[in-house]
């Protein structure tokens, strides 16, 4: 059997070899699908060679029963195995359609949200019912099943409160998938007002990448249970604010002249939004709001940056007067209200 099982690992390495040449200097096989296959048809070979070996060899008959055993185990894995393999093919095919030329649009992502949640989703329950089928083969574990099975009612309370993270996150998942409040690179607010890209989507849990590259790693169950800002769940573009407070003599034409020449020469706007208007007032200054747009969060957060600089220089450059001061009236020796360069106020000419 050891013979065997040498000799079947030898063949199947010589066929990947000559299959591996073939893909390299033919194009007649996808690289992909041959890594892809190497391993059940590995299996495939092992298990062939064993059962072969077993019935020509001269065996006890009290070790026959132990590899018939470890056979159908194999036999189980291997199913699992070329089920997974399968199940990554068709997501891979499905995906490939909306990677090319199609990544940034919002149709292609809730598709790629979709076809992954659901491969990690359908990969966990191949797993388990794997392991399942593995453990039947045991005559004490189908035993204990049957008995489970005859006290379902108990059994699966205890199970259901065992499992129920578990089990919150894998329902999660799948409403997640069917509703999509969230997809992959979609913009986000969450716990603590951290804002991040959504980066993946697992079975039981969300990866956010925020804009320091730290990773916050948050369960499904999060996004359907707890309240959050998405902002790009229609659009991925952004409209940003930017708030200056600058003096009453401010000359708010050309400040807004000066943010539409601001966004048209820069290559993070989008084109489709500038504006500039006066939006409150207090005691000493005017607030001002300045209103840009952008094709994602990143832009739109530097192009928000540029506006303040360049805003900020050009007042200081050509209109220093609209900057934010203080005025200082004083009394003099007459009692008149006079400015810091000692002539009247006007309240005092009055």
Same mark, same amino acid.
């Given at each position: ?38 391993? @059940? ?23 026959? @029963? ?79 099943? =049957? ?10 309370? =205890? ?16 409403? =997640? ?11 986000? !607010? ?16 969300? !990866? ?8 916050? =790693? ?17 659009? @991925? ?106 002539? @009247? ?6």
């Amino acid at each position: 059997m050891i013979v065997a099982l040498g000799l079947g690992w030898a063949a199947h390495r010589l066929a990947f070899a000559v299959l591996g040449r073939l893909a390299q200097h033919h194009g007649l096989l996808p690289q992909a699908l041959l890594a892809r296959t190497r391993g @059940p048809t590995r299996l495939a070979v092992m298990i062939l060679a064993l059962d072969v070996a077993a019935a020509v060899a001269p065996l006890q008959n009290s070790y026959r @029963p132990w590899i018939r055993h470890l056979l159908q185990i194999g036999f189980v894995a291997l199913l699992g195995w070329i089920a997974l393999g399968v199940l990554h093919v068709l997501t891979v095919v499905y995906s490939r359609r909306f990677e090319a030329g199609q990544a940034g649009s919002v149709d292609a992502r809730r598709h790629l949200t979709q076809v992954r949640i659901l491969e990690r989703t359908l990969a966990a329950f191949i797993l388990l019912l794997t392991t399942a089928a593995a453990l039947m083969t045991f005559p004490a574990v189908r035993q204990y099943g =049957i008995s489970l099975l005859a006290s379902a009612g108990a059994a699966g309370i =205890i199970a259901g409160l065992a499992l129920q993270p578990l089990l919150t996150n894998l329902i999660a998942g799948i409403q =997640i998938a069917l509703t999509q409040p969230i997809r992959l690179d979609d913009s986000v !607010v969450v716990v603590g007002g951290e804002w991040g890209t959504i980066e993946e989507i697992g079975a039981t849990y969300v !990866v956010v990448r925020t804009w320091d590259l730290r990773r916050l =790693i948050l369960p499904l169950s999060y996004f359907i249970q707890q309240p959050f800002q998405n902002w790009t769940r229609q659009d @991925p573009s952004l409209i940003g604010t930017v708030m200056l407070y600058v003096d009453y003599t401010a000359p708010i034409e050309a400040m807004r002249d000066e943010l539409t020449a601001i966004a048209k020469a820069s290559p993070k706007w989008d084109g489709k939004t500038v504006g500039l208007q006066v939006t409150d007032l207090s005691e000493r200054t005017m607030q001002v709001r300045a209103l840009v747009s952008a094709r994602d969060a990143g832009s739109v957060f530097d192009l928000r940056c540029d506006v303040r600089e360049q805003m900020i220089a050009f007042l200081r450059e050509h209109h220093p007067a609209a900057l934010p001061r203080d005025r200082l009236a004083v009394a003099d020796a007459g009692g008149l209200l006079t400015n810091g360069d000692g002539r @009247p106020t006007d309240g005092a000419r009055h």
